[in-house]
């Protein structure tokens, strides 16, 4: 199972690193709707229907959880025996990847990613397997200068270690571009 996990979690990162750059950069992606949409499309391709079948995996979006929060994003494992009577969100084994997204302009004010910040964090005390990898996927379409960019993970002490990663796209006034990161901390 393990080796399943792994490649979710590095097809997510994957999917950040190439595809939804390229999206961006071609004007494919408007606000976060489109951003999760593109997220769920490369990832299903990717992992490709084969794995997926294979190994029960689906992927939804506005996953709504027990607490009656939403997650954006989920990759999870499903008990297929079960799913052919029962409310297919009823049949969830497993979550293996929860990712929260945010795609906000220059004038917005940071709260709204520190809110998404704080949010995994509580998720993380909620869903303690370690298959579960959380993903904070941040475009922020505001310049910086390289040495004021910050993690907004950098601001919190306490939080698991290899489970949650940061997918973060700001504007680089050095570079004049986007710059397209992933920061394991």
């Known amino acids: 199972m393990k080796a399943i996990y792994t490649k979710v979690h590095q097809t997510i990162m994957d999917v950040w690193r190439y595809d939804i750059k390229s999206d961006y950069n071609h004007h494919f992606l408007f606000k976060e709707d489109t951003l999760k949409n593109a997220m769920y499309h490369h990832i299903r391709n990717r992992l490709g229907d084969t794995f997926m079948k294979d190994n029960n995996l689906a992927i939804f979006t ?22 052919k009577n029962n409310y297919l969100g009823n049949c969830v084994e497993e979550i293996i990847a929860i990712v929260e997204m945010k795609y906000k302009g220059s004038s917005v004010s940071e709260k709204h990613f520190i809110n998404d910040v704080e949010k995994i964090l509580v998720f993380t005390n909620q869903f303690t397997s370690e298959a579960t990898k959380f993903f904070l996927a941040f475009i922020r379409e505001k310049y910086f200068l390289a040495d004021e960019v910050t993690n907004f993970l950098s601001f919190y002490e306490g939080f698991p270690s290899g489970r949650i990663v940061e997918l973060l796209s700001y504007g680089s006034l050095e570079e004049d571009d986007m710059v397209w990161k992933v920061f394991e901390p």
């Open 62 to 83: 506005e996953y709504y959880i027990e607490t009656n929060q939403k997650i954006d994003l989920v990759v999870v494992k499903i008990d297929v025996d079960k799913a």
